[in-house]
C-alpha cells in the first residue's frame, strides 16, 4: 500500500514562502513521475508542477513560473515544492500525486488522470 504523507502547509503573509513535503511509504517512487496540484475552494484540482523520474526536467504552471520550485530526493523518496513571493491567488489545499509506474519513464505528467497515488492534501493559506 502506498502512502503519500504532504507537510509544510499553513497560514502566511503574501510575499512569504513556504516548503511543502511529500513523503512516500510503501516502496520507492525513486523511478515514477511525480507532481503538485492544488484545488482551490469551488475549482477543480489543477496542475502546479510536475517532474520526472530523475528530476531534471520539471513543468511549471504559468502563474507559479519564477515561484515555485518542484525538487525530488530520491534517496529520501521525498517530492518537495518550494513556493516564493506567494500570493493570495495561491490559497488552495496542495496535493502530491504520483504514477504507478516505474519504468524511468521519459519526461514528467501534467494530467490528473495520469497519476496513480494522491497524498490526503495540505492547506495553504496566503493573507493580503
Known amino acids: 500500500q502506498v502512502q503519500l504523507v504532504e507537510s509544510g502547509g499553513g497560514l502566511v503573509q503574501a510575499g512569504c514562502s513556504l516548503r511543502l513535503s511529500c513523503t512516500a511509504s510503501?516502496?520507492?517512487?525513486?523511478?515514477?513521475?511525480m507532481g503538485w496540484f492544488r484545488q482551490a475552494p469551488g475549482k477543480e484540482r489543477d496542475i502546479v508542477a510536475a517532474?520526472?523520474?530523475?528530476?531534471?526536467?520539471?513543468y511549471y504552471k504559468d502563474s507559479v513560473k519564477g515561484r515555485f520550485t518542484i525538487s525530488r530526493d530520491n534517496a529520501k523518496n521525498t517530492l518537495y515544492l518550494q513556493m516564493n513571493s506567494l500570493k493570495p491567488e495561491d490559497t488552495a489545499v496542495y496535493y502530491c500525486a504520483a504514477e504507478k509506474s516505474q519504468g524511468y519513464r521519459l519526461g514528467y505528467v501534467t494530467g490528473i488522470d495520469e497519476y496513480d497515488y494522491w497524498g490526503q492534501g495540505t492547506q495553504v493559506t496566503v493573507s493580503s
Open positions: 510503501g516502496r520507492t517512487l525513486s523511478r515514477s513521475r
Open positions: 517532474i520526472n523520474w530523475s528530476g531534471n526536467n520539471a
